[in-house]
């Protein structure tokens, strides 16, 4: 089976999420609101469904792995709710004006969040749409836990390794600088995995992709003018409406790949004169 040790690398993805996430989410857990709690949940799911895939099919229990595989249909809906309802969360301090730090970097948050979004939605696709090819398949599903690396790991690096943030932008800026320098690691090591497999590495070409984007338009967002009245406008939407929205989005996706993936129909035989 390929990706021998996919399972240790989503593990030390989830490391990277608790450890990164300890001082403003794990710490304070009481204090923290509901949709941080809702996206908490979901994504830690979603990494823990991969390690138990990945052991599974290893382990030749492949009837396990399709049992997992279907659990993913209802998860998967719930993953993209979660990631939208912290993109409402910034969206209302940010047209609340809550100070300045959110003023300057609330778009480029959400503009993040929204990237993640599209990534998820190509990925989890194509991992459905080719689920009989186990390298594409297995490609797919792994190379969505590098979407989640860059949020926690900038974290990280802000707390306990300084020095990596070799751009050294000052003010609110240096933190978009160790998101960019996250998404770069992030970035390697896709192209990598990519470099490795060239003839099944399109999912680490598409994450690497996804991540180039998001990186480059956090980056810059707080230099365009346009992404801020776009916030507002987010802002005045109801969450009942972006919400229900999130889980049309994500049910549909995992019904399109399905049917993408479906085997063709086979032509009648033809009957014989």
Known sequence: MPYKYGHYFVGFVLVVILTGFWASYFAPIREVPLAFHVHAFTATSWLLLLIAQSVAIHRRANALHRIMGKASFALFPLLILGFTMIINVSAGRYAAREGDFIAFVGPAFGIGMAVAIAAYLVLFHGALKHRRNVRLHAGYMLATPLILFESPFSRLMDAAFPWMNVIGSAGPRGLLDTI??????????????????????????????????????????????????????????????????????????????????????RKPVAAAA
Do not use: C, E, K, N
């Open 180 to 265: 960019v320098v996250s998404d770069t690691l992030a970035i390697v090591f896709a192209l990598g995995l990519y470099a490795m497999d060239r003839r099944h590495g399109a999912p680490w070409l598409i994450a690497a992709a996804f991540m180039a984007l998001q990186a480059a338009l956090m980056w810059f967002a707080p230099d365009i003018a346009a992404f801020g009245p776009m916030f507002d406008a987010y802002a005045r939407i109801p969450d009942p409406v972006t919400l229900l929205a999130a889980l049309a989005v994500g049910a549909a996706t995992g019904w399109l790949g399905w049917q993408a993936g479906r085997a063709p129909a």
